[in-house]
């Protein structure tokens, strides 16, 4: 059928990484055509990265391997290309924005790939003006990196391949850092580069929704090293394959599949805004009518009360401004808004890393603005994104024992206390484990652990569900749950997670610009047009649905529908 | 926020000189005024630098702190030479002349005075070059120079990175603290030292397996982007040497000829004015 050769192909492809006993890929068998745009989704492990690798050369020259079955790259052998020739070929974009970033100014990054291939001077001056032109970071040129925001170091970052004219331009989880708004804009602007140039894309990333924000041709879902589909969004949409295998659908499909509506391919489920919801209308009217929702009970006891907040590091440049709400005992509170909005400014005045300007902190009625950081740490628990970033002691027991033992509590107790908060995390069959045998997700759990067992009142996590999977997201925030409904911990989680807010949390504090510009259950914030747009938040496409079945009470409906697909979840778990 | 003793860009003469030119006269500096005991040359030197260290506008915020460590080490180091051999002077000089009465083994004689204030000077000639090297030395500048001149590109790219990810792990550093901190290791100045020191490694394992994340994703990212392709590379901030740079270069060169010629014409190297 098509005419044209294709520029990536993989047959009966097989992969093993050196050190592992059983291949990451299995017979793989892909075929994909220039000017083509494909998403690769797939949970954690489940060997996305991996085929990214293999694309991009880091697979077998970085990371060493068996390789079976034959794949071609442009009609060549990646293996005799070597992982320069790929280079010229494919560029990649990697996760962190910040880590990629080589060079000391954003010219010298964007000419990085010229440097290497000994482009002259002058030459390579003219380059970098034009596609920093084009990308529109042409004003920042002589910037750092810690001058740029997160979405301007992507900018950077893609503007940094594109200089070389490559072929393939391959993104890996390109969402996983950036606010929703941003991550929104990055979508569109690798739409427009297709648009504008004769590339191949390819897009991996676990967060569908926001990855199908603009159109893709192809969607591959992975799942232990084998492609299970390989089709148009339409048709994976309608399907369940998603589901099985443990990757997040677009909420608004969730809802329809709640309400016990059949998703058709024909009625073009990629996009809420354009999709045709006629043959589904009804059975949402109805699913609406036939629930009701129910209430939380909040104590009405506070756990934590700020008042008339200021914070500046230079005077007239206020980063946190008149900041006052409370928490009551036993909430769970998200505090959100886009990156560089005073969140962890927030979170680092709570804990007593800085003083603030003006203002007071209560904790139980009690002022905490004298307390020293250890002495808050035993009230005010903080955990920090990376658990690498926090653990410093080889054992597991060790590790959870530390803030007990450093505080001179006899041996005996920390025993019995450790043991106690191993068992409510889970891990307590791991006590005597070194930590370096753990997941990622099970660290974490550890350093929520080692918080825990000082018996806090209040839990502060910074971005706890950062860079997981549908899987490992709904197990961390289930436990999460599990200790704030059991033992009545305060819970208050920075996040630009969108939907960790919507269907975990009691309340949203919305910053933006220093200021709280919402404080409101978040089904209420993220159906606010307005308030959206000022925190870079993005709008629930719930949302949508909600307007276009013609529903009015568009934060109800949200309510309900996550509070029943929480408890689906909760069985299947 | 502006970090002590880093590059700052400012529109000076002395800012747009290549930095090849700026390494050639602080090697050449330093070695000429180690060298050197002879007080005239030495003098000349530091009026030199001073001069030198005004034109490239630096500011005492970019170097106070590092300049006040620097003097208390000077002040221990003429205290040492004091203490440990007082005739020092007497030696180098042929004579001793007590200021205040002859005191036995301590008398402060003129000629230990004099060979002191010579050490002093020789320090205060060097660190305006160095402050001035430091801050008006654009990194990838000078990590393209010293490719120039020779060096593999591995060695000033380390540099350059190194430069790169400082601030990076600084505030990497400055978080995994508070953290530590807030779980109670204390690491403030109401803890003993022994127990600072202790706790310290509460910060340093997590600064050091998040750095080795960090020290993978650059890797690869660097790889990526074809760094180490070939034998050579091209350098965007590379600035060839204009006709100031040869002026300086000229000049430096000679004024160490001349100035070692005139240290070492009569066979010693000190001044002798007594």
Redesign the interface.
């Known amino acids: 059928m098509r005419q044209v050769e294709p520029i990536i192909t993989f047959k009966d492809f097989t992969f093993k990484y050196r050190a592992q006993v059983e291949p990451t890929l299995y017979d793989i068998n892909l075929s994909i055509y220039p000017g083509e745009k494909i998403l690769i989704v797939g949970p954690s492990g489940s060997g996305k990265s991996t085929l990214a690798h293999c694309i ?3 697979v077998p ?2 990371y060493k391997g068996d390789i079976s079955g034959s794949y071609e790259i442009k009609g060549q052998n990646p293996q005799k290309l070597g ?2 020739g790929l ?1 010229k070929i494919v560029g ?1 974009v ?1 996760q ?1 924005t ?8 954003v ?2 990054d964007i ?11 002058p030459e ?2 003219q380059r ?1 003006q034009d596609v920093a032109e084009l990308m529109d970071v042409d004003t920042l040129l ?1 910037c750092a ?2 001058e740029l925001s997160g979405g301007q170091k992507q900018r950077v970052s893609m503007a ?2 594109m200089i070389d004219d490559v072929d393939i331009l391959l993104f890996d989880e390109p969402l996983a850092n950036l606010d929703p708004a941003t991550g929104k804009k990055t979508i569109a602007l690798i739409d427009k580069i297709q648009k504008e140039r004769p590339v191949t894309i390819l897009i991996i990333e676990h967060r569908l929704e926001d990855a199908l924000y603009k159109d893709v041709d192809r969607i591959i879902v992975m799942s232990e090293g084998r492609i299970v589909a390989d089709t148009t969004p339409d048709e994976l949409l309608s399907g369940n394959v998603l589901e099985e295998h443990g990757i997040r659908e677009p909420l608004y499909l969730s809802a329809l599949k709640q309400a016990g509506c059949h998703i058709l391919p024909e009625t073009k489920p990629q996009h809420i805004e354009s999709m045709d919801l006629s043959p589904y209308k009804d059975k949402v009217f109805d699913w609406f009518r036939s629930v009701s929702l129910k209430k939380k009970e909040i104590s009405e006891e506070s756990a934590l009360e700020i008042k008339d907040l200021d914070f500046s ?1 230079v005077s007239g440049k206020p980063i946190l401004q008149d900041i006052h709400f409370t928490i009551k005992k036993g909430e769970m509170v998200s505090i959100v808004g886009k990156n560089g909005a005073g969140k962890s400014t927030l979170s ?1 005045l709570i ?3 800085m003083q603030p300007d003006r203002g007071s902190m209560l904790l139980q009625g009690q002022d905490i603005s004298t307390l ?3 002495e ?3 009230k ?3 955990v ?1 994104q ?1 658990p ?6 080889p054992m597991i027991f060790d590790e959870v024992a ?2 007990l033992r ?2 001179g509590v006899s041996e005996d107790e920390v025993k019995e206390r450790v043991y106690e908060t191993l068992k409510i995390c889970g891990l307590y069959p791991f006590r005597n484990w070194p930590v370096s045998a753990l997941s990622f997700g099970q660290k974490k759990r550890v350093t929520i652990a ?2 825990l067992v ?1 018996n806090p009142d209040i839990l502060i996590l910074d971005e706890p569900t950062a860079g997981q999977d549908y899987k490992h997201y709904t197990e961390i925030v289930e436990f999460l749950k599990q200790i704030n409904g059991q033992f009545g911990i305060t819970i208050l989680m920075i996040t630009h997670d969108m939907h960790l807010m919507l269907e975990y949390t009691d309340r949203a504090i919305v910053l933006a610009d220093g200021k709280i510009i919402a404080d409101d259950i978040p089904a209420k914030v993220l159906t606010n047009e307005e308030i959206a747009q000022k925190a870079y938040l993005k709008k629930t496409s719930l949302y949508d649905l909600a307007v276009n079945c013609g529903i009015e009470a568009v934060s109800d409906f949200v309510e309900c529908f996550i509070q029943y697909d929480r408890e689906k979840r909760k069985e299947r778990n | 926020m502006s970090r002590v003793l880093s590059y700052e860009e400012k529109d000076t003469w002395i800012h747009r000189l290549s930095g090849v030119t700026k390494l050639v006269f602080f090697l050449l500096w330093s070695i000429t005024s180690m060298l050197s005991y002879d007080t005239r040359v030495l003098v000349v030197m530091l009026i030199c630098s001073l001069l030198i260290f005004r034109m490239s506008r630096t500011e005492w915020r970019q170097v106070g702190t590092v300049f006040k460590f620097i003097m208390l080490f000077l002040v221990i180091n003429l205290l040492a030479i004091y203490v440990f051999s007082p005739d020092q002077g007497a030696k180098i000089y042929g004579s001793s002349t007590p200021l205040f009465g002859d005191t036995g083994r301590y008398a402060l004689t003129k000629e230990q005075l004099f060979y002191e204030c010579n050490v002093m000077i020789k320090y205060l000639t060097v660190i305006p070059a160095v402050f001035m090297f430091i801050v008006t030395t654009n990194p990838s500048e000078f990590a393209a120079s010293l490719n120039k001149v020779g060096i593999h590109y591995n060695i000033g790219y380390s540099l350059a990175i190194a430069l790169r990810y400082i601030p990076d792990v600084q505030d990497e550093y400055k978080k995994i603290k508070h953290a530590q901190e807030a779980r109670g290791i204390e690491m403030s100045s109401k803890a003993s030292l022994k127990d600072r020191i202790k706790s310290t490694s509460a910060i340093l394992f997590p600064l050091i397996f998040s750095s080795m994340d960090r020290i993978d994703i650059i890797s690869n990212a660097m790889e990526l982007r074809g760094y180490g392709k070939h034998k050579e590379r091209t350098w965007y901030s590379e600035r060839a040497l204009q006709r100031n740079d040869y002026i300086v270069l000229i000049v430096t060169i000679l004024f160490s000829v001349v100035a070692l010629v005139i240290t070492f014409h009569d066979g010693s190297r000190f001044y002798n004015p007594f």
């Open positions: 991009n050369g880091l020259f970085s992982i320069f280079s990649t990697l962190d910040d880590g990629q970033f080589i060079g000391l100014t010219a010298e000419a990085f790939v010229l440097e290497n291939d000994k482009v002259p001077q390579m001056k970098v002589k990196p810690r940094g391949v590091y680092n804990c007593g890393f020293s950081i250890k808050r740490g035993e005010i628990g903080f920090m990376n690498n970033q926090m653990i410093s002691k530390l803030g450093v505080r080692s918080i000082m």
